[in-house]
């Protein structure tokens, strides 16, 4: 079985130290000028277009191989400034390798100098709706005056009351969740240089029973990164108990802030 095709993993800013270890076995590095890819030579038989597509739809086959390739990428950032690849991208020959490069060489050279010193921290937070609740006279200046109400109404007035209170709380808690993901944000952009807002994952796609009400990536100088999760700590302590949760991570590879275009 020959390896004839090149899988890209992500080009460097200065040579790479290839260790021989595991997660390096067989990379390779390719220097064009100031560029340097590490490749890995790999098989049409699983690399292919239509293999890989193939490949792609067994959900093992994918978390392994992607956690490789994010993997290898991690251990190249303790020494340099990397652009990532995404998962999975092949060329077939070196020349194609060296005219994407030459192609692109203006927004590489732009976007080494955007993340260089950086890294990329992922931020999720969720809510747990039941324990909201269970917060909300504390949260709300206006369910806590309607429970006031409540408690001084007759039976009658009181059972209209919880009635308009119960509607009163759904809203209440969206209003909050809005807030809250807003001033979550706010807060960690005070302490990066770029922000990129993700979409938010229903919970099939999370396996947690609560919601998901922030999904966002942050570029944050390294020398920053320490204050970063210090802040993540001290908003976990100030809104666990109110349902909210901060579930983070990073250092990663900057993938949402890479963004290429072919020179003009």
């Known amino acids: 079985m020959t390896n004839d095709l090149i899988y890209v993993y992500c080009l460097t800013n200065s040579p790479p130290e290839l260790h021989e270890n595991m997660e390096f076995k067989g990379l390779k590095s ?31 086959w994918k978390e392994s ?3 490789n ?26 020349e194609s390798l060296k005219k994407f490069i ?41 369910t806590a005056a309607l429970e006031k109400q409540i408690m001084a109404s007759s039976p009658g007035k009181a059972f209209l009351l919880k009635r308009k209170k119960s509607e009163l709380v759904e809203n209440e808690m969206d209003r909050i969740c809005k807030n809250y993901g807003q ?3 706010d807060e960690f ?23 998901m009400i922030l999904n966002a990536a942050f570029l944050v100088n390294k020398s920053n990164a320490n204050d970063f999760i210090n802040t993540v700590d001290a908003l976990r302590k100030k809104d666990g108990n109110s349902g909210f949760f901060i579930e983070t991570k990073g250092p990663e590879p900057p993938f949402s802030f890479v963004n290429l275009k072919e020179n003009q």
């Open 30 to 60: 390719h220097s064009f000028g100031d560029f340097h890819v590490v490749i890995k030579y790999v098989a049409e038989s699983e690399f292919s277009e239509e293999n890989l597509k193939q490949n792609l739809s067994d959900p093992e």
């Open 65 to 67: 191989n992607a956690s």
């Open 69 to 94: 390739h994010v993997e290898v990428i991690k251990m190249l950032m303790n020494e340099n400034t990397v652009i990532p690849f995404r998962f999975g991208t092949i060329f077939n020959e070196v």
């Open 102 to 142: 030459t192609d692109y060489s203006d927004s590489l050279l732009e976007n080494f100098h955007h993340i260089g010193g950086r890294e990329e921290w992922g931020v999720k937070v969720f809510y747990d709706r039941k324990l909201l609740s269970n917060q909300i006279d504390e949260l709300s200046e206006e």
């Open 183 to 185: 001033n979550y944000f």
């Open 189 to 211: 952009k005070k302490l990066s240089i770029s922000t990129y807002l993700n979409n938010l994952l229903p919970k099939e796609f999370t396996g947690r029973e609560d919601t």
